[in-house]
Structure formats: structure tokens, C-alpha cells
């Protein structure tokens, strides 16, 4: 007799199976969902429920949010505020071992300030990156992979669109979020600068020394910088001095980067009507994923699944932080088949109420949340440059087609070092990440 939770899990392997003939991941949620609600409750039942899922998602104000930081994002772009970024960091430290490299990380930590997207993080800093890192003789080993990892600082550092869906999906306020976050992303700055520093101190022939620039030259690659300073300033003391919300940030942003972009003369109108063009195509794909999430989630819960797996870690009586490494290693393992938005949309309505329901460390349901989402950022931005489909390894070496995709791979593991010393580090010290936060209200 066929149980409701083998017809959970059916689903699931219904879903892996329309991954891999490449179904849009969009269609691969709703279908398992469509069938699975259909047969859990009735065919009146999923017309009912289907009558209103798509309002009662995306009619959520937070929402909004997500366009308002791709716009915010695409108008940096457009606005040439990425080239700035990597001509300033450049100009202080290219003349050190690797220091065009480390100048490439920084810019792309910088411009995440403006950019919650890893990829486009990667893209955008690439295109200005990869052209002087060959200039100087870099290796297409160490330059593509520090841009596939420089890119994952666009999630790390708020403003961050995985951030902002986990906050919506588990009902947590993103400004807190966001200040969890500028620690963990400090330490992972760091972290691949020192990456680099051992690359540049163990193979110096694929990182030559660029010139000292004078004195003159650095002030003068500083300047154009001021407004993505201005920028950040707006929008998170905005946020945090209280004077509007997450949401209103974005929108302030976006106009503030629009006004800083117009100023330079770089924004086109063919520029803008890319940017307004990219941010609906994105914005829709993440709407449509949602709505698929929304219906196979529904079903799932129908299965009893989540709750019974729930049921079954606490009864199971594992130490909590052991199940919480299983969970990380489960992220990481799916983020070589998933992308990041449909894993974390599938996976935490399951995976949530098992993290909530333990005892860890003495937290309280809030600060659990809160790290949990942390350690959700790092495993999912692990997932974006480890092999076998690391997808901003992917983005990058189709930049440098020159450059073979096992070269790039064998230069971005430094980096997945530190990422694993700086996941267990939040996991071992949940304190990294809540620090900041308990300055808040």
C-alpha cells in the first residue's frame, strides 16, 4: 500500500530526474508538486489551492525587495562603479605578491555592497579583472579562480538576495540578517586574501609583481570610489539608524546608485534599458521558482515527510551539532546539482523545523534562525565554486575560454580551504555571527 511519506519522497526523486534531462528548475518543483498535491488531497483541492498560491506569494511586500537590490546592482554595473572598485585596490596594493589578485577580491567585497548576486558579482568584476591580470602574465589558473571566488562575496556581504529569500521564508527580519553577515563576510575576505598570499609565497611565476603606482596615482584611482561609499552609508545607516526599512533601503539605493551612475556619464539609455531589463528577466525567474518551491513544498507537507523527518532527528538522539554537520554536508553535496535559490526554497521548510527544534548551545529560537542562515550563506557559496559544477567556475572560464576548466578547479581549492576553516569557525563560535546583532532592538 502506497503511504503518503513514500509519496513524498517519490516526488523528490521525480524532481532529481527532471533535473537531469534539464527540465527549467522552475517547472521541475511545480510538476512533482502539481502531481503529488493531486494525489495526497484531490484534483478539486489543487485547483483550490492553486486558485490563490501565486497571490498570496507575490503579493508579500517584502518581495519587493529582491528587483529593488538587482536594479541597485545593474545600475553599478552599467555605471562603470566596478571598474572604479578594481582600478582603487589595485592602485594600493597591485604592487605586492598577488596583488592584483587580492585588488580583484576587494573589489568584488566592495561591490557586493551594491550587488546581492554572486554571479553577477563575478561577471562584472571579471570583465575589468581578467584583461590586467593577463596584461601582467597572471596565470589563467589563479586569475579564474580568484574571480569565482571573489564572486561569492556578492551573497556574503549584505546586501544579499539569499539572505533576504531566507528571511522571508523563516519569517526572520533581514536587517538582522544583514548584520550576522558583515563578520562572516569580513573573515572570508580575508581569508582569500591570505588564499593568495600562500598561491602568490608557493608558485611567484604565476603572480609577477606590478609596478608601485605614485603617490599621485592612488589618490587619484581613490576618487571616483566615493560614491559606492556614500552608497553603503545610505543604505545600511539608513537601516540601522532607523530611519527606514530593508525594503526602502533598496529603493533609496537604487536611485542613489542610478543618480552616482548618471553623474559619472557612463549610463546609457541602452544601459538602462539593459538594466531594467535584467532585473525583470531575473526577477521573474526567482518568482516562478518560488511559486514552484511553494506547490511542491505544499505537498510535501501533505506527506507528513518534514514533520515525520523532524520527528525522527529528535527521537534519533544524536548530538546537535552533528546533525547540524550532516545538514551543512548535505547543502554542499547539493549545491553540485542545484542551483542555490531552488535549493535553499526546496530544502528549509524540511530542514528548519529539525534546526529549531534542537538544543544548541542554549540559543533561543531567534539567534538559532539567524546562525543557521549563516551557515546556510557559507555552504551555499561553497556550492558556487566547488567542483563538479561550481557555477561561478563555469561563469568565469567562459570569460577565458583559453583556460581549462581542471586549471581553474586546481586554483580555487586555497580558497575552499579557508571556506571550510571559516564554516567550522561558525559553527564551533556561533558568537561570529551574532555579535553584531545583539546591538540591535
Known sequence: MTTPMLIGLGLLVLMMLLMVVRVPIAATMLIPGFIGYWLLASPEALLAHMKGVAFARLSVYDLSVIPLFLLMGYFATQGGLSRDLFRAANAMIGHVKGGMAMAAVL??????????????????????????????GYSGRIYTATLAAGGTLGILIPPSVILIVYGILTEQNIAKL?????????????????????????????CPQAPRQSKAERIAALKPVWPILIIFIIVFGGIYGGLFSPTE??????????????????LTMKGMQESFLGTASNTGMIFLIFLGADLLNSALALSQMPAQ????????GASPVFIIVLILLFYIILGG??????????TLPIVFPIVIGLDIYGMDVQSKAIWFGMLILMVVQIGLIAPPVGLNVYVI?????????????????????????????????????????????
Open 309 to 316: 523527518l523532524a520527528q525522527w532527528v529528535s527521537a534519533s
Open 107 to 136: 573589489a568584488c567585497a566592495m561591490f557586493g555592497t551594491v550587488c546581492g548576486s554572486s554571479v553577477a558579482t563575478a561577471a562584472t568584476i571579471g570583465q575589468v579583472a581578467i584583461p590586467e591580470m593577463k596584461r601582467l
Open 178 to 206: 544583514f548584520a550576522a553577515a558583515i563578520i562572516p563576510g569580513i573573515i572570508a575576505t580575508i581569508g582569500y586574501l591570505f588564499a593568495i598570499m600562500w598561491f602568490a609565497r608557493k608558485y611567484p611565476e604565476h
Open 249 to 266: 533601503a533598496a529603493s533609496v539605493g537604487a536611485l542613489a546608485t542610478f543618480i552616482a551612475a548618471l553623474a559619472k556619464g557612463e
Open 397 to 441: 572560464n567562459g570569460m577565458a575560454k583559453d583556460v581549462p576548466m581542471a586549471e581553474s578547479y586546481r586554483g580555487i581549492m586555497p580558497f575552499l580551504v579557508t571556506d571550510f576553516i571559516r564554516t567550522g569557525l561558525l559553527v564551533i563560535f556561533p558568537s561570529l555571527s551574532l555579535w553584531l546583532v545583539k546591538f540591535m532592538n
Open 337 to 346: 546539482v542545484m542551483d542555490e535559490m531552488s535549493m535553499i526554497l526546496l
